[in-house]
């Protein structure tokens, strides 16, 4: 029985009791001295290192020959407490219980140690052999489990929505095609990959009252960007008879239920990315620290051109009148204008956003003058709100949804859309509709925020984008 | 503040000390008094109803011809005991409270109550209206958040596998292909749906030791039976240093883990399907309880052959040898024959299973007469295993993989594989590659069996299949 390393790290003494035990892994470092082998073994479970101490002497010969960077080694020893050195304890193992599993081709390309990241990323497969990827992988890990966690303890069910549909929800993304090679088509319709389970998720809502989905969602978008992936994980929320307020509030209770979990579990991982770049380092534990203290800001999109408009001069877009979209520079300045802190802006103009969203005005935007919607609130303004987060810009989209079926129907005609695929979604309106609302979250945007990651395409082995599909 | 009918029933001291609480929910039934009218919400938190008594006569005008079933009500009261009642509480309401959020429109399609399934299935988007579906779906939910719980605790790393490769895994389903409307590819190599996410997991194992996937999967398979999805949800693990004992193991405590969860969380749903066929009551807490306590038993294919043998007569297929396929009468007599357990089928000829599985023969195999493999077992069989199930059949397929390069490449060219796309994969044994296994869980199949759902398409709300594309 092969046991972890991190388990020994959590159990040690238990371990240390023990007459041998057996670890695998693959090696970090090897030192030969005269008498001893000094290899530093890590087997994934954790970022710490078990160093093994194997006599010279009784190894097999050739042994040396092929333990090399990143060789796959299984080990039988004693483990012994060293206090006295910088690791807290040691495997002393006979060499004749030093077995080599594998060895590491000469081809392999990553030999060396700290090598950058744009060659590691050119090798998608060989990514969890590098500690800058398990750090994250092990990170997103830690979000996805805490994530699940907060909404089970919230008492929302955890739903499948569709990846195959013909429907392509905002009529947003453009999405993609799926196909056979026969002639006949296999499903009735012709299909598409989801572009966001949202609009089954209220389906389900409309029966279990407080639904999430995690799951994958696509956009055949042709954009380069550091924060747009083809392929990306969403998590997306729904609930009945909850206001704006509700919604805003939990989507706040959720980021600050998953940020103190990390700290909680992985203060290792976040210590090693704030040090992975020596000359550049980053401060990532009080940045998260300060996430779970901060009560996130909360303004709406016209009080945002207020304080856009102060400081037109420094913007590259400074037509800043209602109705034009709020542009990454804007979004910016806005979580720099409140301290780095979150903020969730409200209220937006209905023309910008989906047509699913409620209209009206909020309460506390109602005092102001406003003549561009005085007369029709409804119709100009969504209740709903963006989660703009310092460093990556949108984290999380939220609205009420709209209650009336034939304005519901109106908005989508609007904004042209297959009014036919939709109608399922009307009919909800007319059987019992229970008031709804609920918000989107990029997975893969929570990870880049947490780890300081830069790319998104980091986040996750095998990132999918316009001109590449490795493995 | 909206509160759930199951904070009301885990809460209910608190909830009565208050003067009012306020619920939201659907219409189950409604029968008016003379003086009281008394509905019956659900609110999908709980398959608990709860008992609303309003005044007739403070009652807003034409309430009660918009009270309807399925209809959507928001109602203000005080939570009242009733312990000579059948309900052990009621929520009593002045007829003013009660506010009708949405009435059922006539052409509502599951107007009455009991309304059978092959009515209810017709419309997807209403699924979750149904007790029986509400009933599925937190299964659904219970049985995943077991399993996210159980690989957490093992200390596997939950990792996202791509959905949209270039790879067809074991080159066994047809796969649905993916593409865009544009002229030129969206990306550089023709692009399919996964099939498997395993060999993507191998390569994270390769690094964190051990991992897990939890994600969806696609066949363009043209089945009709009950126990096929074209789009289903797979949880795949795969671990390093494992043999097939632990792997086996490690299947049989998921297996159990996830059964006690649900039948320490969902009593009140098992007992819902236990009955809910009045005519054909189902034992299915008693089957599960069995399943907690029993061991599974496991044979070799060897073994099973002789099994088979005995009862030749049987079968439709009785052209019973080595080499053969087991064919679903054999699976099924297989289990009965085990009294109803679970079966670990171990050792099958390596024809039958795909490329990437170890070649090898089990000890306890070994020492029977086997003209066939004697001379090579090593090529003529896969350390492999199978697990049946009672009702459903295969649950769970899993293996230790081929750790030789040129023995993994040479299989997958005797399978016809593309030798080119799968590069990467055999690259995966020239770096330190640490001896791998693990399997493959199909989620709809676990639920099926867990609920009794004698449909594979009643597992999810948007059941994908050929011929058929709903929304």
């Known amino acids: 029985m092969v046991i972890t390393i991190k388990d020994i790290y959590q159990q ?19 030192r030969v001295g005269k008498e001893k082998i000094f290899i530093t073994l890590n087997d994934g479970s954790t970022l710490d290192n078990l160093q093994i101490i194997a006599e010279r002497e009784s190894s097999p010969s050739g042994l040396l020959e092929k333990v090399n960077f990143s060789s796959c080694l299984l080990v039988s020893g004693r483990l012994l407490f060293t206090p006295q050195r910088s690791q807290p304890f040691e495997l002393v193992v006979l060499g004749s219980d030093l077995e080599i599993i594998n060895s590491t081709a000469d081809d392999y390309p990553l030999q060396k140690k700290n090598i950058p990241l744009n060659v590691v990323r050119e090798s998608p497969h060989l990514r969890a052999k590098t500690n800058y990827f398990l750090v994250l992988f092990r990170l997103r890990h830690s979000i996805s489990k805490a994530i699940h966690d907060f909404f089970h303890r919230e008492g929302f069910y955890y739903v499948p929505t569709p990846i195959i549909t013909n429907n392509d929800a905002e009529g947003a993304g453009e999405a993609f095609n799926v196909t056979t090679d026969k002639k006949e088509p296999f499903f009735s319709k012709p299909a598409n990959l989801t572009v966001s389970g949202q609009l089954h998720a209220e389906a389900l809502a409309q029966g279990l009252g407080k639904v999430y989905t ?7 978008e042709k954009s380069h960007t550091t924060r747009h992936l083809a392929e990306f994980w969403m998590v997306e929320t729904e609930m009945t008879f909850a206001d704006l307020e509700t919604i805003i509030n939990l989507a706040e209770k959720m980021i600050k239920y998953v940020v103190n979990y990390v700290l909680d579990n992985n203060i290792a991982e976040l210590e090693f990315l704030e040090n992975y770049d020596k000359e550049n380092k980053k401060e990532i534990i009080n940045k998260l620290k300060k996430i779970v203290d901060s009560k996130f800001k909360r303004v709406d999109y016209t009080q945002v051109l207020e304080i856009l408009k102060e400081r037109k001069e420094i913007f590259v877009f400074n037509d800043i009148k209602w109705g034009v979209d709020l542009q990454s520079e804007h979004e910016k300045y ?67 949804r709209e209650d009336n079926y034939q304005t519901l129907q109106e908005k989508a005609k609007q904004k042209s859309l297959n009014i036919d695929n939709l109608s399922w ?33 980091d986040t996750l082995a095998f990132p999918r984008f316009n001109g590449k599909l490795e493995f």
């Open 214 to 220: 995690f799951g994958p969602c696509f956009r055949a």
């Open 334 to 400: 806005l979580c720099e204008h409140f301290d780095n802190n979150p903020v969730f802006i409200t209220n937006y103009p209905a023309d910008l956003k989906a047509f699913y969203m409620k209209g009206g005005i909020l309460p506390e935007v109602k005092d102001r003058v406003l003549s561009e919607v005085k007369n029709n609130p409804d119709k100009k303004m969504a209740v709903c709100f963006d989660l703009l987060f310092p460093e990556i810009g949108e984290l999380i989209g939220g609205s009420l």
């Open 425 to 457: 979604y009307f009919d909800l309106r007319k059987y019992g509709y229970a008031p709804s609302g609920g918000f989107g979250l990029g997975l893969e945007r929570l990870i880049m925020f947490i780890s300081g990651a830069e790319n998104i395409r």
């Open 12 to 30: 040690v003494e238990k371990f240390s009791k023990l007459e041998k035990i057996k670890v695998g892994g693959w090696v970090k470092s090897v």
